[in-house]
Structures are given as structure tokens and as C-alpha cells.
């Protein structure tokens, strides 16, 4: 599975007056990170996903937001991503909304 690279530059425009994007590449998906915290995954799903955490949970389960899943061992397990809602694919003001989201469980998991 490789990502998308489209996604990953709509992300970088929309999210270009809050800093600067960047991305590494990641078992076949990409990490990004705004003036070097970590946010965002995107997979070759299409869709971002968003960095959450406890104190971000409640805001991604009212939007209905699933979590972030693969197999490992046979089992399912989970990370503390969650998919974005379908409205950042093309409305810039509600791609900061939920990346700020994201922005902000990484600077509490980073502090």
C-alpha cells in the first residue's frame, strides 16, 4: 500500500498558515508533522488520520470518527489515530479544525 501523494500536498496547502508541513514515509504511508510534531498519517486509503488522544476522544466519537486499526498476530489491534470526516477533502477550514486536533494530542504526547 503506498499514500497518497495528492492527499498529502492538499494537506500541506491547507494547513500553510499555521506552519510548515512536512512528511516521512512510514510502512507505506507517510507521517506528517507541522513545525515538527507529529499529526497526521496518511495511508493508501485515502483518507488522513488524525493523532488523538484522552482529552481529544470525546470531540472524534460525537463526529463519529473511527479509529485508527490493523492486524497484528491474527488480532485486531488499535493506534490513537482517528479518520477524518469526509468534509477535509475539500473544505480547507475544516481540515485545520480536525488537523488542530491532531496538532494538539502530539504536542501533549511529545510533552
Not at 25 to 50: E, K, Q, S
Not at 105 to 110: K, V
Request: with cysteine.
Amino acid at each position: 500500500m503506498t499514500f497518497d501523494r495528492g492527499l498529502v500536498d492538499w494537506v500541506v496547502e491547507a494547513m500553510a498558515p499555521l506552519g510548515e508541513v512536512t512528511h516521512r514515509r512510514m510502512m507505506g504511508g507517510a507521517a506528517l508533522y507541522l513545525d515538527g510534531v507529529i499529526f497526521a498519517l496518511v495511508t493508501g486509503d485515502g483518507a488522513p488520520w488524525f493523532k488523538a488522544d484522552a482529552a481529544s476522544d470525546a470531540a472524534w466519537d460525537a463526529a463519529g470518527c473511527e479509529r485508527f486499526r490493523y492486524a497484528r498476530a491474527g488480532r485486531s489491534a488499535s493506534i490513537n489515530y482517528r479518520r477524518a470526516p469526509e468534509d477535509v477533502h475539500d473544505d480547507p477550514d475544516a481540515m485545520r479544525q480536525w488537523a488542530m486536533l491532531g496538532l494538539a494530542a502530539g504536542r501533549r504526547a511529545a510533552g
